[in-house]
């Protein structure tokens, strides 16, 4: 059995526990949900370790398993792990485990909560994990059905029913969309299969159309945009995860929006590489919205999480303009990107929430000399927002120079250069957050903010920060693990380009005998 097994199958085993358990047994309810995110998380931890692309199985993956299931159909249990998704499986196991040790804040119906974050969980893991489309799709459709019920039942603000008919609205929406390009996909390639291994060799040996390629790649890219916010399909985001309990904006924020994203670069742009070509210059231009405009937004919060969120959108711009470089650089640059950010929005969401437990209130006006009243909690803020800047030794920064220098590559100059000085604008606002939260005069009209009391406490942030300090210093952990994955898909990107301008050509040398043939007659 795949320890990928393992790592899913785990918290579905721990969901199981925690419903058979009765709703007084709170200790040991919340006993079961960390053991059952725990152990995935060791197991994960040796997955990445050992990953070193030796003895990989079908396709390239390594820890292959394949258990048969509705056969007349060939959909399989199928999970595997490259370079694409062995560092999205280490960082969603992080957050989890993180997720659910900040989740003691949670007192009423403690049971249902954290049943629903375990399915929540298993299903984020199965989303980066499965390489049959199917379950790609099942899983992801599984993990997202909590995260409404989380935020409608325990979510905060008197807005919270709104943000979440939204929220329901908007990535209802972007999952159909994407799943009208999925079956576009399975229908127009012939294969008869949801294998992903399978549908690449098929359309590597017999590409879809050019003209159908920009079907499938249009309804694939703005189904996916939708569920990771792109721009301007976006705005679900920032009210959804101010509305959101605690650990579910950290799971959802910083694991399971990244499904959009990893579909793009596991199955868009390898599959119908034509298609990409055609929607290349919509993409860069749209990612600029997320850059620019969401950043704008951002500059003018007043409420913490908000400022968060609008940042959060903002990172994704970059992520997608890893993808619009279609080279090496940029797309190991957008995938290191999507782990920094998971960690990253884990720990920023992690510490509002720490906040608002105190204060029942994230509004930055109320706050003043926090760093003074918590140093330890206080010092971890800063550190997230000097990460959501770009500041070198974080691994956010490693990640967008990645993808600025891949984007500088193949982009034109102007959106590289717009992206370059939209980092300043990220400075502004996260500088402007500690000065007016961390620093100053101490607000007088409410009690003082306790700091984190013991080791417990402050585990999941600081396995948090460590995560980023530790990929930010030697990223090489992680991108020489990418390479080799992202250099197939670029492959099968050039691969494509090459047939589009080999039948270009061959049309134009067959245009060019049927004129000559007209005028001969």
Known sequence: ???????????????????????????????????????????????FLSFNGAEAGPGGYKFYQKVAWVTALDINYQVGADGINIGLILMGSIVSFAAVCVSRSIQDRMKEFHFLMLIMIAGIMGTFMSI????????????????????????????????????????????????????????????????LIALQEQLRNNPISADSQTTIFGFLLFGFGILVSLWPFH??????????????????????????????????????????QAWLEVLAWLCMGNILYCGWVAMRQKNLNKLIGNSSVAHMGFVFLGIASMNLIGISGAVLVMIAHGFLAALSFGLSGYLYDQKKSLDMDQYGGVLRQMPFMGTLLVMAMMAGCGLPGFANFAGEITVLFGAWKSLPWFVTGTAWGALIIGAVYALRAVRKMLHGPLANDTPPLQDAANYWIKLPYVLLV??????????????????TSVAEVVKSIEAGTQDQQTNLAEESVKTELDIQLAGQD
């Open 466 to 483: 460590a995560s980023l300090l530790l990929f930010g210093i030697f990223p090489s952990l992680l991108t020489d693990k990418i390479r």
């Open 132 to 195: 049959d489309i199917f379950f790609f799709y099942f899983f992801h459709e599984l993990a997202l059905v909590p995260t409404f019920i989380m935020i409608g039942v325990w979510g905060r603000g008197k807005n919270k029913d709104y943000a979440t008919y939204k929220m329901t609205l908007y990535l209802t929406l972007g999952a159909l969309v994407a799943l009208v390009g999925l079956v576009l996909l399975y229908v127009q390639s012939g294969a008869k299969t949801f294998d």
């Open 235 to 276: 705005t679900w985001a920032p009210l959804g995860y101010d509305a959101a309990p605690t650990a579910t904006a950290m799971l959802h924020a910083g694991v399971l929006k990244k499904f959009g994203i990893y579909g793009l670069i596991r199955i868009a742009l390898p599959l119908v590489p034509q298609g990409a």
């Open 1 to 47: 059995m795949s320890i990928l097994t393992f790592i899913l199958f785990l918290p579905l085993l721990g969901a199981g526990l925690v419903a058979l358990l009765p709703k007084s047994a709170k200790g040991l309810i919340r006993a079961v949900a960390l053991a059952s995110t725990a152990l995935p998380l060791l197991c994960a931890i040796l997955a």
